[in-house]
């Protein structure tokens, strides 16, 4: 069975650029969760899609983010603009069903803004 | 204060050493309390989870979690250089959509 793919794994890009970072969940799994984690600090919950729908997108900082999962399968997550606090550690993780604990974690994208 | 609190380290050890991890909590509301291992480089993994109170053993690793305290431990026993990486602990309500809170995690160094 194939895992969550992340790509691309490693990006580095200038403040107010644009960036897609996407994910591919394992087959099946109808739960896709984005996760982040700056440097030094705890990973923090940004969404959560049930198939193609945003079940809970609180986690989201502000409107520069944007996510979408077209069709229910891979999902994107585009930060526009990009700022110096946005650089980070981008995890996307999913599972079959809403367990909390039942989550395959992809290897994530380290985005840094310069 | 924060929801989920732990030591980052690094804590390093000797092969072979009990190596005993902790987080405390503050939300009375979590029900499931998991552990997960993370090496450079690479997504966390699930290693362990508990629900409620209790412990839980997984070959070398052991779980204990004790709601009355707020405080969760994962032990490793035997240690080896290969257990060497980042552990999370992390936690859950119950109900709703289970999102977990992560603790920022702790390095462990395990050297030969």
């Known amino acids: 069975e194939a895992g969550v793919t992340q790509f691309p794994s490693h990006s580095v890009i200038e403040k107010g650029q644009t960036v897609t970072l996407r994910c591919d969940p394992i087959?099946?799994?109808?739960?896709l969760y984005w996760y982040r984690r700056v440097m030094g600090k705890e990973i923090k919950f940004l969404l959560h899609f049930v198939k193609e729908s945003k079940q809970d997108e609180s986690g989201m900082p502000n409107n520069r983010f944007l996510a979408e999962r077209t069709g229910g399968t891979y999902s994107t997550l585009k930060v526009q603009p990009a700022e110096l606090e946005d650089s980070g550690v981008y995890f996307c993780?999913?599972?079959?069903?809403?367990?909390?604990?039942?989550?395959?974690f992809g290897s994530g994208t380290r985005l840094t803004v310069v | 204060q924060k929801e989920v609190e732990q030591d980052p380290g690094p804590l390093s050890v000797p092969e072979g050493a009990i190596v005993s991890l902790n987080c405390t909590y503050s939300n009375s509301a979590f029900q499931y309390f998991m552990w997960y291992r993370q090496y450079s480089r690479k997504g966390p993994e699930l290693l362990m989870y508990t629900y409620s109170s209790g412990n839980k053993e997984d070959g070398r690793f052991t779980a204990q979690v004790d709601k009355s305290s707020k405080y969760i431990s994962l032990f490793i026993r035997d240690s080896q250089p290969s257990d060497s990486a980042t552990y999370l602990c992390a936690m859950s309500r119950s109900g709703g959509s289970y999102i977990p809170t992560f603790g920022r995690g702790t390095s462990l160094i395990v050297h030969p």
């Open positions: 087959s099946g799994h109808d739960n």
């Open positions: 993780a999913s599972s079959q069903d809403i367990t909390g604990y039942g989550y395959t």
